[in-house]
């Protein structure tokens, strides 16, 4: 059974910096990316970014290109998001996510709140 295990929230002023970082456990598997979502209050789930584990390639989404940076320890089977100039529409429970493959389904961890102050 695979867990993902979020850690690194909190609060935060605006302008301020914050490092979440992810921990795959569970058995022996073989992830082909590693991510994270977020969900604003009131909002559904939306992408953050994510990174493809066997090339590096990063991708973000626009409201975080920039100012977010992903990376990842494929031998600790670890991802961590490192999250500059926050601003309050940051605000939100941010989740770790996985795949094995383009076509599976995601694993996702408990998720972890961030909340930036204005």
């Known amino acids: 059974q695979v867990q993902l295990v979020e850690s690194g929230g909190g609060l935060v002023q605006t302008g301020g910096s914050l490092r979440l970082s992810c921990a795959a456990s569970?058995?022996?598997?073989?992830?082909?990316?590693m991510g994270w979502h977020r969900q604003l209050p009131g909002k559904e789930r939306e992408f953050v970014a994510r990174i493809i584990r066997s090339s590096g390639s990063t991708h973000y989404a626009d409201s975080v290109k920039g100012r977010f940076t992903i990376s990842s320890d494929n031998a600790k089977n670890t991802v961590e998001l490192l999250m500059d100039r926050l601003n309050p529409e940051d605000t939100a429970i941010y989740y770790c996510?996985?795949?094995?493959?383009?076509?599976?389904?995601?694993?996702w961890g408990q998720g972890t709140q961030v909340t930036v102050s204005s």
């Open positions: 996510t996985a795949r094995q493959s383009t076509w599976s389904n995601r694993f």
């Open positions: 569970g058995g022996t598997f073989s992830f082909y990316d």
